[in-house]
């Protein structure tokens, strides 16, 4: 997986840099925008992850001649500015996901993950399959192994996405942004109570656990223990 | 800039200048017209006058020859205020009239002529002008009759007076005039101009003069005091901000720094330095939320965030919102209810289910019932009444509300208008994990679209009401409504 980290402050894309490497990302660096877009128009990267103020060329700029150029090469954008509108400015230009400063690494790993799926990843399913568990996105029916499971729909729609990016970590703001369309910050733990609906509804009664809490992070759904 | 050349260079007085080289033009023009006309008038008598006497004179030389002419002349002449006359033979010789000399020639033009004379019996030197008629009789002999013209340039000397008299007039009563008014606005616009130099050397509780007129200056004071009002209300706020970013953003940031700095301190196993590094994250992230929502009402409270504004249906939002927090809530022991009838809202749809989630967290938060104040099993049904919330989303009159009622402690009456500020956390509160930002976001989301937060008593309990004017979104709200007509046509 290669990735382009476009960023002017040396030492947080030193940090971004080394902590990539050590999860097994080739991750090129660029200190400012001009760098940066001759890098990303020539290299062949899976994602780019770009700061949105940079020297010689900001980052929606730059987002946006790459796009003229048909490069559509994912773009996650990095900014200070994080209120709504700022993310609807980000995303207008060409940008496919947007966190706003400070953030942590593992929301940005898995949001790089989710996006480098995306790009490579195959076309849209009608079914998931997640060991024994089956989610028909036409049907709306799921099943674990023979059981038939009765969700209401934002806990289907919860587990459609969670079984989109299974082997992913989806952190709750992912969830709160794509399955609720909300781009607040809850103070509380909101999110978590509807996680352990689902997992009553899914994991209670089976030996092997599907939903998982990755610590620090968010959640996952896989097969097997990690 | 000397006092006077501040003056003239006025608007009030140069407009005065104008006016005055206008009226002086109109008043000059005026009596110019009549002194011409008077003129031309008192010409026309005299031709009329002198003509008449002529054919007279004329007729009766040819009928009563040279003596009937001389002594109808003589007698003539000799009447007081009587007119010119002179009769010469034909080798230019007087022979009757009371005119003792000519300017030389007049006698040798037939016509009219102005002539400077002497009468006869005159004694003084001084020339007369008058108007003169010379006609040729027949035989050679010539007849002048002709009329002083003093009176003429009598007339016309007194118009040229007042002429010049009702321009000086024009020209002091105006200039005064516009010193004056020029001075008046002057030491106005100066008492403004002082206001605002103490403004802007930091004293923001200055106001504009306003007189009581009502005239463009008071409005336009009034105008200029409402803008400062509203400066003075965002800089107080602003002070406000930082004054309590330094207090309650500094209190968590000496506790990481503790923290860590105790952590560092002693050597502790693994699992203590890990536990130490995860709470400082978890304080940092407490920081993060703290910072974002500060920046999010001030946002709110400047009116940045009117971009975005579209339409949508409150009840949608209170039913998202419902959905998102009725398992929090029952896990916490409540119910959560909504109720709600289909009101659309013109408005930021993101702020507004911010501000109504918030109000649902405080609802979970702090409105249980007081344990102690509940004697256990003492009324079964009023207990678990108690523990219901509820979301509503309605119309009333013009206003969309958007409300939440728990059946908790409350907020006494007093305490109300303070729990909106910012960071302040009532008392019963303090124990509860939160950054007391949480309404004073809800209120700022409301003032943002032009409406209000209302707190109120639900009995017991609290009833916060976001109340915002249906067709929102100050600015927004005209093109809302002309947007509003066709669709109710189609």
Avoid: C
Wanted: proline residues 3%; glycine residues 10%; hydrophobic residues 40%.
């Amino acid at each position: 997986m290669r990735l382009l980290i476009i960023e002017d402050d040396r030492e947080s894309a030193d940090y971004l840099v080394k902590a990539f490497r050590e999860v097994g990302y080739v991750a090129d660096l660029a200190g400012d925008g001009e760098e940066g877009l001759a890098l990303a128009d020539s290299g062949d990267y899976d994602v780019l992850v770009i700061d949105r103020m940079l020297p010689k060329r900001d980052g929606l700029s730059l987002i946006g001649s790459l796009r003229e150029k048909g490069n559509r090469t994912p773009a996650l954008i990095l900014s200070a500015l994080g209120q709504v509108d700022d993310r609807i400015k980000g995303l207008r230009a060409g940008g496919d996901d947007y966190l706003p400063k400070p953030y942590s690494f593992a929301e940005l790993l898995a949001r790089v993950e989710v996006l480098s799926r995306r790009h490579g990843g195959p076309a849209e399913e009608t079914t998931y399959r997640v060991g024994d568990l089956e989610l028909d996105r036409l049907s709306h029916r799921v099943a674990r192994g023979k059981d038939e499971l009765t969700l209401q729909p934002r806990e289907f729609r919860l587990l459609e996405y969670l079984m989109k990016h299974a082997g992913q970590v989806v952190t709750r703001t992912m969830l709160l942004e794509n399955v609720w369309d909300y781009h607040f910050d809850p103070q509380t733990n909101v999110i978590d109570v509807h996680i352990s609906r689902l997992r009553s509804k899914i994991d209670k009664g089976f030996e092997r656990p599907l939903l998982h809490t990755i610590r620090g992070a968010g959640y996952m759904i896989r097969d097997g223990i990690r | 800039m000397t006092a006077f050349g501040k003056l003239i260079r006025t608007t009030a007085f140069r407009l005065t200048l104008v006016y005055l080289f206008l009226f002086a033009l109109f008043a000059a023009s005026l009596l110019g017209y009549f002194a011409w006309n008077t003129r031309r008038l008192i010409t026309e008598q005299i031709t009329t006058t002198v003509n008449a006497e002529t054919g007279e004179v004329s007729d009766i030389f040819g009928r009563r020859g040279l003596r009937g002419l001389v002594n109808t002349i003589e007698n003539r002449a000799l009447r007081p205020g009587a007119n010119l006359y002179l009769v010469t033979t034909p080798a230019g010789q007087a022979i009757a009239g009371n005119v003792g000399s000519l300017a030389p020639g007049v006698m040798a033009t037939i016509g009219w002529s102005e002539t400077a004379y002497r009468r006869l019996d005159e004694q003084d030197t001084a020339d007369h002008h008058a108007l003169v008629r010379v006609t040729e009789l027949s035989s050679g002999f010539r007849l002048l009759i002709g009329r002083d013209l003093e009176e003429r340039r009598r007339l016309f000397g007194i118009v040229a007076n007042a002429a010049q008299w009702s321009v000086l007039i024009v020209v002091v009563l105006g200039l005064g005039g516009g010193i004056f008014v020029a001075r008046r606005v002057l030491r106005r616009i100066d008492a403004m101009t002082g206001t605002t130099q103490r403004i802007m050397a930091g004293d923001l509780s200055g106001r504009l003069p306003v007189g009581r007129s009502g005239d463009e200056l008071d409005r336009l004071a009034e105008n200029l005091n409402a803008m400062l009002e509203r400066i003075e209300a965002l800089m107080m706020g602003l002070k406000e901000v930082s004054d309590n970013i330094a207090h309650d953003l500094k209190t968590p940031l000496t506790r990481l720094r503790n923290r860590a700095e105790e952590a560092l301190a002693k050597s502790g196993s693994e699992a203590e330095y890990r536990n130490a590094l995860e709470r400082t994250i978890e304080e940092s992230d407490g920081l993060i939320r703290t910072f974002n929502a500060l920046l999010m009402i001030a946002r709110a409270e400047s009116g940045q965030a009117r971009g975005n504004m579209d339409d949508f249906d409150a009840a949608d939002v209170a039913n998202g919102i419902h959905e998102l927090y009725e398992p929090l809530a029952e896990d916490d022991g409540m119910t959560l209810h909504v109720r709600t009838e289909s009101t659309p809202l013109h408005g930021n749809r993101e702020l507004i289910s911010q501000a109504l989630a918030n109000l649902v967290e405080n609802a979970i938060k702090y409105g249980k019932p007081l344990a102690a104040a509940q004697p256990l099993g003492a009324d079964a049904v009023a207990a678990a009444s108690s523990k219901e919330i509820l979301i509503e989303a309605r119309r009333a009159g013009g206003q969309v509300l958007l409300s939440v009622t728990d059946h908790g402690p409350g907020i006494p009456q007093a305490d109300r208008k303070h729990a909106v500020e910012r960071f302040v956390r009532l008392e019963a509160s303090r124990t509860q994990p939160g950054s007391g930002l949480g309404l004073s976001l809800a209120s700022a989301v409301a003032t943002l679209h032009g409406g209000e937060l209302r707190l109120g008593d639900a009995h017991p309990g609290l009833t916060a009401t976001l109340a915002i004017p249906a067709l929102s979104g100050v600015g927004d709200g005209l093109a809302a409504q002309t947007h509003d007509v066709p669709q109710k046509v189609a």
